[in-house]
């Protein structure tokens, strides 16, 4: 028996099969078993701030080649405190101009173990840090006399829809929230992220919380070093051009 007559009656074989799978796999499934939705069933939903935060994590976890190793957080309970009263919205205040960005800097404040982060105690502590309530009901670092160019980072709930209501803040709990840092900013990487890591040790403090790094590892000296160092590069590569001299 040849190889060759051997390779034809193995291709044969394969090709019964696949078209058995079809046959069987392509069948109508029973009373709407297996029904896809048309595009007319039910109006399309816009995604969450939590559903575009998971996306940006893992737009940027793919151009980095890295995985983010995912973490249970304990759950707990604890009384809840008042919230401070000058947590309003400011209308249209974090608002990205540009949807793009280039790179992602996550960091998280978890509850410890056997314990939740509350809503109140949440609004105090962005109040406290100097952060404010805005676009996508979530606490933003602003330029300080320009607003207008977007937040240097945000503050979100890691449970969908990823907001903090203020209607039902009294009630919200939460394992962690999320610090987000996307570039290009309205500061320099390096500059934005001296802003942010104080304000996520401050308010890691306020909360009693444990800080941890987009790995949900804690966030170590060494691990602060390493995205210092990453994004001072990041500025080096982005910084513009010197503009070039005539010839004449």
Do not use: C
Request: no cysteine.
């Amino acid at each position: 028996m040849s190889d060759v007559w051997i390779l034809r009656t193995g291709i044969i074989i394969a090709g019964v099969l696949l078209l058995a799978a079809i046959y069987f796999f392509g069948r109508p499934g029973r009373g709407g078993q297996g029904r896809r939705r048309g595009a007319g069933d039910r109006p399309r939903i816009e995604p969450t701030l939590g559903e575009q935060l998971q996306r940006m994590q893992e737009e940027d976890a793919a151009r980095r080649e890295e995985q983010a190793v995912q973490g249970e957080i304990p759950l707990g309970d604890g009384p809840a405190p008042s919230v401070g009263a000058s947590a309003q919205p400011a209308p249209g205040a974090g608002r990205r101009s540009s949807g793009e960005f280039e790179k992602i800097v996550t960091l998280y404040i978890a509850a410890r173990a056997g314990a939740l982060l509350r809503g109140p105690d949440i609004v105090v502590a962005a109040e406290k840090t100097g952060l404010t309530y805005g676009h996508m009901n979530v606490f933003h670092r602003l330029v300080e006399g320009r607003p207008e160019q977007g937040p240097v980072f945000s503050v979100a709930n890691i449970m969908k829809p990823g907001s903090f209501d203020m209607a039902t803040i009294q009630s919200l709990e939460t394992p962690a929230i999320a610090f987000f840092l996307t570039l290009p900013a309205p500061v320099a990487a390096l500059d934005a992220w001296e802003m942010m890591l104080p304000t996520a040790q401050r308010m890691t403090e306020l909360l009693d919380g444990v800080l941890l790094d987009e790995s949900r590892n804690a966030l170590g000296r060494q691990r602060i070093q390493y995205i210092r160092d990453e994004l001072r590069a990041w500025d080096r590569q982005h910084e513009a051009p010197p503009p070039s001299r005539s010839r004449w």
